[in-house]
């Protein structure tokens, strides 16, 4: 299956220079190049795409409130958002995240981890790199640091299933909560699949930021950001 790529950025050679590289992969075709916010959302309308890189400051309509149109137009549910920065410590990348995401670049990334990112964002799965992401969740909330994960977290969830998103928020695939929490790999996914349901989150990147901003997972403490153990 191709997978069809919009990329908006207002940098006429950095577009250029990612629809090179995205048309040389024989799995994938940029469909559609926007410069500014609002082209890149009326492109998608039209074009339809599986995945959009979007940049997150340009003109018109920035990434984030672009991402944020996209997410909430219904005829494009299926339309994945991977969002580019300059430095992986921009906080505007956790109001990206908030506003639907599935993940984020650095545009420094080198070639093959862009296509990879692209592969896993478009295949449903979200992008988030444990260790910035982490640090710009800690510093935009500014939870207390306990040393602990904090009690509490989304209602509605069983204990086991805060687990799961305790080790989803601290970065692990499903394979290593599986390894974790003595489970299959199939159980591992069926319980990420459920919490998804029950939260009503589009992907693991809003399940992330879910377990910070409900007290899940205590933002700057060492338990939430490396320890992997649960508690």
Same mark, same amino acid.
């Given at each position: 299956? @191709?997978?069809?790529?919009? $990329?908006? *950025?207002?940098?006429?050679? #950095?577009r !250029?220079?990612? +629809?090179? %590289?995205?048309?040389?992969?024989?799995?994938?075709?940029v469909?559609?190049?926007?410069?500014?916010?609002?082209?890149?959302?009326?492109?998608?309308?039209?074009?339809r795409?599986?995945?959009v890189?979007?940049?997150?400051?340009?003109?018109?309509?920035?990434?984030i409130?672009?991402?944020?149109?996209?997410?909430?137009?219904?005829s494009?549910?299926?339309?994945k958002?991977?969002?580019?920065?300059?430095?992986?410590?921009?906080?505007?990348?956790?109001?990206?995240?908030?506003?639907?995401?599935?993940?984020?670049?650095v545009?420094d @990334?080198?070639?093959?981890? $862009?296509? *990879?990112?692209?592969?896993? #964002?478009? !295949?449903?799965? +979200?992008? %988030?790199s444990?260790g910035?992401?982490?640090r710009?969740?800690?510093?935009v909330?500014r939870?207390?640091?306990?040393?602990?994960?904090?009690?509490?977290?989304?209602e509605?969830?069983?204990?086991r299933?805060?687990q799961?998103?305790?080790?989803?928020?601290?970065?692990?695939?499903?394979?290593?909560?599986?390894?974790?929490?003595?489970l299959?790999?199939?159980?591992?996914?069926t319980h990420?699949?459920?919490?998804?349901?029950?939260?009503?989150?589009?992907?693991?990147?809003?399940?992330?930021i879910?377990?910070?901003?409900?007290?899940?997972?205590?933002?700057?403490?060492?338990?939430?950001?490396?320890?992997?153990s649960?508690?």
């Amino acid at each position: 299956m @191709t997978v069809r790529v919009l $990329l908006a *950025d207002d940098q006429t050679l #950095v577009r !250029a220079a990612f +629809a090179m %590289l995205v048309d040389s992969a024989p799995d994938m075709a940029v469909v559609g190049q926007a410069g500014t916010g609002r082209a890149a959302v009326e492109l998608a309308r039209a074009e339809r795409p599986d995945l959009v890189v979007m940049d997150i400051r340009m003109p018109d309509l920035d990434g984030i409130e672009a991402t944020r149109l996209l997410v909430a137009d219904a005829s494009l549910a299926d339309v994945k958002v991977l969002v580019l920065t300059t430095y992986d410590t921009d906080e505007h990348v956790v109001d990206a995240l908030r506003a639907g995401a599935s993940g984020f670049l650095v545009k420094d @990334t080198r070639p093959a981890e $862009l296509l *990879d990112a692209i592969r896993t #964002v478009a !295949a449903g799965d +979200a992008l %988030l790199s444990p260790g910035p992401t982490a640090r710009l969740i800690a510093r935009v909330l500014r939870g207390p640091d306990t040393g602990e994960p904090v009690r509490g977290g989304p209602e509605g969830l069983s204990e086991r299933e805060r687990q799961v998103l305790r080790l989803v928020a601290r970065g692990l695939n499903n394979q290593e909560i599986a390894d974790t929490l003595g489970l299959s790999p199939l159980t591992a996914k069926t319980h990420v699949s459920r919490i998804m349901g029950k939260l009503n989150a589009r992907d693991r990147a809003q399940l992330v930021i879910t377990a910070y901003e409900t007290g899940l997972v205590a933002p700057g403490s060492v338990g939430a950001l490396g320890d992997t153990s649960v508690k």
